[in-house]
């Protein structure tokens, strides 16, 4: 329980100065009118404690996690001076992780923000950089997590930290595949394995995560079969011991696999399943694309209006959080819905939020599908030169992504909307690139999966 002291650090610091540790253990501790042995309990001695109190000692962790249970103080309370203990910062870290396991990002991003804000062992300051980054992604916003990761993994390039490094290359690849640049994103899962199996590595969840993502990039190289295969090789890589959001995630991208392998009962089980996960996690935003995903399975199947309930939902509990990545989709989603009961106002009404909420969003796909949708809006209401700039802005927007499949949807909406104008020459050729389009590789149209992202 007693850690010692490190170089450069003393050990005994005054038990009377501001903001020290073992002071504000035992205003906490007075406060409660509670004795060292109340505190202490089975855990450990009342005399350690003292010694803790005086800044004689410092406690593990694991001692200061039981002693800010039982003070009933939150780990802030810990980290309020630069002088605080290695324990309170490990601790603080170790509390951001589990933060983000339950889905609360936000609450890792204010932990990790607050200790980098120190001057900290470089290790630890590694560390909660990695986590802060995670965190930035769980929240949609990979160009945030950039500049975090890359000056991590800078620093433990130079140290040689295999183990932080795996999960760095690992991470890194998440930021560039929420940021759509796939190719990009293969060679950084693919440097995290080769480390991994390079070091001797014996972690099953990383090796799983990593595993994980590089399925992701067989699904979005339009290869299901092959993903389904490598989501499988993720789920034994773990035996027992993965994560929940990670079998969540690989729920999600086995569904997505088995919905372009056209089993859509399979697919929606695996998705209902990985929502479950999610709902426990209270992870609402990966909740959130579940239900995205399984909307647009169910519109694709003509069961419109358990679609539009999924969207709905999903819509309600993101605008709860201000989310504005994924919402627009969401929203989208509803407005298709609406169109295809016959319900052409109430569709207008829909995609007129949703272009506004896209103005808003950093991700190119949310302004493809809203100009899409929007371009098959103006077209049921007879607005014909409207739903061509809005089919023409979707193009345009989709050359940006590395997504073949994305255009040909577009293109062949197009062609739908000008055959019904009578426009057959142009019509045609909007229906033979919207053929070439799908030629190519077949990547999903909806959102990313964010598997442990």
Same mark, same amino acid.
Request: hydrophobic share 40%; proline share 4%.
């Given at each position: 329980?007693?850690?010692?002291?490190?170089?450069?650090?003393?050990?005994?610091?005054?038990?009377?100065?501001?903001?020290?540790?073992?002071?504000?253990?035992?205003?906490?501790?007075?406060?409660?009118?509670?004795?060292?042995?109340?505190?202490?309990?089975?855990?450990?001695?009342?005399?350690?404690?003292?010694?803790?109190?005086?800044?004689?000692?410092?406690?593990?962790?694991?001692?200061?996690?039981?002693?800010?249970?039982?003070?009933?103080?939150?780990?802030?309370?810990?980290?309020?001076?630069?002088?605080?203990?290695?324990?309170?910062?490990?601790?603080?870290?170790?509390?951001?992780?589990?933060?983000?396991?339950?889905?609360?990002?936000?609450?890792?991003?204010?932990?990790?923000?607050?200790?980098?804000?120190?001057?900290?062992?470089?290790?630890?300051?590694?560390?909660?950089?990695?986590?802060?980054?995670?965190?930035?992604?769980?929240?949609?916003?990979?160009?945030?997590?950039?500049?975090?990761?890359?000056?991590?993994?800078?620093?433990?390039?130079?140290?040689?930290?295999?183990?932080?490094?795996?999960?760095?290359?690992?991470?890194?690849?998440?930021?560039?595949?929420?940021?759509?640049?796939?190719?990009?994103?293969?060679?950084?899962?693919?440097?995290?394995?080769?480390?991994?199996?390079?070091?001797?590595?014996?972690?099953?969840?990383?090796?799983?995560?990593?595993?994980?993502?590089?399925?992701?990039?067989?699904?979005?190289?339009?290869?299901?079969?092959?993903?389904?295969?490598?989501?499988?090789?993720?789920?034994?890589?773990?035996?027992?011991?993965?994560?929940?959001?990670?079998?969540?995630?690989?729920?999600?991208?086995?569904?997505?696999?088995?919905?372009?392998?056209?089993?859509?009962?399979?697919?929606?089980?695996?998705?209902?399943?990985?929502?479950?996960?999610?709902?426990?996690?209270?992870?609402?935003?990966?909740?959130?694309?579940?239900?995205?995903?399984?909307?647009?399975?169910?519109?694709?199947?003509?069961?419109?209006?358990?679609?539009?309930?999924?969207?709905?939902?999903?819509?309600?509990?993101?605008?709860?959080?201000?989310?504005?990545?994924?919402?627009?989709?969401?929203?989208?989603?509803?407005?298709?819905? /609406?169109?295809? %009961?016959?319900?052409? *106002?109430? #569709?207008?009404?829909?995609? !007129?939020? $949703? =272009? +506004?909420? @896209?103005?808003?969003?950093?991700?190119?796909?949310?302004?493809?599908?809203?100009?899409?949708?929007?371009?098959?809006? /103006?077209?049921? %209401?007879?607005?014909? *030169?409207? #739903?061509?700039?809005?089919? !023409?802005? $979707? =193009? +345009?927007? @989709?050359?940006?992504?590395?997504?073949?499949?994305?255009?040909?949807?577009?293109?062949?909406?197009?062609?739908?909307?000008?055959?019904?104008?009578?426009?057959?020459?142009? #019509?045609?050729?909007?229906?033979?690139? $919207?053929?070439?389009?799908?030629?190519?590789?077949?990547?999903?149209?909806?959102?990313?999966?964010?598997?442990?992202?």
């Amino acid at each position: 329980m007693l850690t010692k002291g490190r170089p450069g650090r003393s050990s005994t610091a005054s038990p009377g100065a501001p903001g020290s540790l073992g002071q504000r253990i035992r205003s906490a501790r007075q406060e409660l009118g509670l004795t060292l042995a109340a505190v202490a309990g089975k855990d450990f001695t009342r005399a350690f404690l003292n010694q803790v109190e005086l800044g004689r000692a410092q406690p593990s962790t694991q001692t200061l996690r039981i002693i800010a249970q039982r003070l009933q103080r939150p780990i802030d309370y810990f980290l309020e001076e630069p002088g605080d203990s290695v324990a309170a910062l490990e601790l603080a870290l170790a509390e951001a992780e589990m933060s983000l396991l339950h889905g609360e990002a936000a609450r890792a991003e204010s932990l990790m923000t607050r200790i980098l804000a120190r001057t900290i062992p470089l290790e630890l300051r590694t560390r909660a950089q990695l986590t802060l980054g995670t965190a930035y992604v769980r929240q949609g916003e990979p160009k945030k997590a950039m500049p975090v990761l890359e000056e991590a993994i800078a620093a433990a390039e130079r140290s040689n930290w295999p183990q932080l490094l795996v999960e760095l290359y690992d991470r890194m690849g998440s930021v560039h595949y929420l940021l759509r640049r796939a190719h990009t994103a293969g060679q950084w899962f693919e440097q995290a394995f080769e480390r991994y199996e390079s070091a001797g590595l014996t972690d099953p969840i990383l090796k799983a995560r990593i595993l994980g993502h590089r399925a992701n990039l067989h699904y979005v190289a339009g290869q299901p079969v092959e993903a389904i295969a490598a989501y499988e090789s993720a789920i034994a890589a773990a035996e027992e011991v993965l994560d929940m959001p990670a079998l969540a995630g690989i729920y999600e991208g086995l569904a997505l696999s088995f919905q372009q392998t056209g089993q859509y009962a399979r697919a929606l089980s695996y998705a209902q399943r990985g929502l479950r996960i999610f709902e426990t996690l209270r992870d609402v935003r990966m909740a959130g694309a579940l239900r995205l995903n399984m909307g647009e399975m169910l519109l694709q199947q003509g069961r419109v209006a358990d679609a539009e309930r999924l969207f709905t939902e999903g819509a309600e509990r993101l605008r709860r959080i201000d989310d504005r990545e994924l919402l627009p989709l969401l929203v989208v989603g509803m407005a298709e819905s /609406a169109l295809e %009961r016959d319900d052409p *106002e109430r #569709a207008s009404d829909l995609i !007129e939020q $949703a =272009l +506004d909420l @896209a103005t808003r969003s950093s991700d190119p796909i949310a302004g493809v599908a809203v100009h899409r949708v929007a371009g098959r809006v /103006a077209h049921a %209401r007879g607005r014909h *030169e409207t #739903a061509h700039r809005h089919f !023409e802005r $979707a =193009l +345009d927007v @989709a050359l940006t992504v590395d997504s073949p499949d994305l255009r040909a949807r577009v293109t062949y909406d197009y062609a739908r909307a000008l055959e019904a104008e009578g426009d057959a020459a142009q #019509a045609a050729l909007r229906f033979r690139q $919207a053929y070439e389009a799908g030629r190519g590789q077949r990547t999903r149209s909806g959102s990313v999966s964010q598997l442990e992202a």
